[in-house]
């Protein structure tokens, strides 16, 4: 079912305005924003690089867990175009692309596309200033994720330590959150 709001009657010179969408939901309601960039994003795909959108690149930390990553958007159609966290084994080490200036490239786990997948990314920069701090920004979050991931681990050891100690004090007793099995 159209509304007649969506139409323009082209005999007038007036044009009916579309509506803004009020409540519209991006999943970034819960993160503040660290900082953007202006940039172009490339990504590796049959051996050269596709560019993959112009747009606002975002590093984003989530209130709660306050874990870092990057989000960016098409300017235009405002598409996820990358959606990754700053983190993982092997990824998100940034190199300097060889063939073009003020431009970085790294490997992560993007899911920009709906599910995960490992992505070869690239952005470039206009202004030197921006390149650089980038790489700032981008060590800094990697380095800061990483942190967060060896406190969860450590706080994870300690649960497990302490379930030992408590099966060692007490044999036999059921453990909370585990079932017995017959």
């Given at each position: 079912v159209c509304s007649s709001d969506l139409f323009v009657d082209w005999g007038k010179e007036e044009e009916r305005k579309l509506k803004p969408l009020t409540n519209w939901k991006t999943g970034e309601e819960d993160e503040d924003i660290i900082a953007t960039y202006q940039v172009k994003l490339y990504r590796w795909a049959n051996d050269e690089w596709k560019q993959r959108g112009r747009g606002c690149l975002k590093f984003l930390q989530h209130k709660d867990n306050k874990q870092i990553r990057i989000v960016m958007r098409q300017d235009q159609t405002k598409k996820v175009v990358a959606n990754f966290?700053?983190?993982?084994?092997?990824?998100?080490?940034?190199e300097r692309r060889l063939d073009k200036e003020?431009?970085?490239?790294?490997?992560?786990?993007d899911c920009s596309d709906g599910s995960y997948k490992i992505e070869k990314l690239s952005c470039k920069f206009e202004k030197k200033e921006e390149f650089e701090e980038f790489q700032k920004e981008f060590e800094k979050a990697r380095e800061f994720n990483l942190k967060i991931y060896e406190e969860y681990l450590k706080s994870q050891e300690e649960k497990k330590e302490k379930v030992e100690d408590q099966v060692k004090k007490e044999p036999g007793k059921e453990l909370p959150n585990s079932s017995k099995e017959e």
């Open positions: 966290y700053i983190f993982g084994e092997g990824c998100c080490k940034l003020r431009a970085w490239e790294w490997t992560c786990k």
